[in-house]
């Protein structure tokens, strides 16, 4: 068996995501500024999932530069998730009040999730993958909202788009289209097929 793949991420939820599949994972954060890069990617004109590629394939790419002169040939993935609401791009609110102030742009309308992972060996991108989720939130009160936020609390912080399906989340929306595992952070099967693919499940 192959060694252990690098995740290139900080996300608990891809490393959770990850091992309860059966995979065995090193983690590396890497160092990149992803607000200036999705900056200068809008201002150039670069869709959503094409951004999102770019942001994953830098991270991997950042790790497996660092690794591969002194353990080369280790896999490295790298991924990046991405909300778009009529045009609007979201990022992870910084506190609880941009938190609410998102959700409220959110609230009665429908957005996408675009998640891409890239698998990169010693400095090479050989693989990458990306898939979109569509998502409609209903329209809740303001006392819901506050209710969800005081329940949930600092938790919100930790997603794109400031909810967590896979709990008390899933009160916001009214419908999901897409793979739950791409609304979560991550294109999961894809990863684990090309992970077969180089030997590092079990086929």
Known sequence: MAAPLILASGSTAR???????GVALDIAVPRIDEDEI?????????GVEDTAIALGEMKAL????KVMA?????????????LECGGIWFDKPMD??????????????RHHLVSAAVLVKDGVRIWHHVDRAELTMRDF???????????I?????????????????????????GDFFTV??????PVLAILRTHGMLPT
Do not use: I, N
């Open 62 to 65: 950042a790790v497996s530069r």
């Open 15 to 21: 490393a959770k995501m990850l091992r309860d599949a």
């Open 184 to 189: 979560l952070g991550l294109p999961l099967l």
């Open 38 to 46: 999705k900056a200068s990617y809008r201002a150039e004109g670069v």
């Open 96 to 109: 609880l009040a941009a938190a609410r102030a998102q959700l409220m742009a959110l609230r009665g309308r």
């Open 153 to 177: 609390g600092a938790d919100v912080l930790s997603s794109v788009g400031a909810y967590h399906l896979e709990g008390l989340g899933a009160q916001l929306f009214t419908s999901v289209r």
């Open 70 to 82: 002194a353990d080369p040939g280790r896999h490295v993935l790298g991924s990046d998730q991405m």
């Open 141 to 151: 009160t303001d006392g819901y909202l506050d209710a969800y936020l005081g329940a």
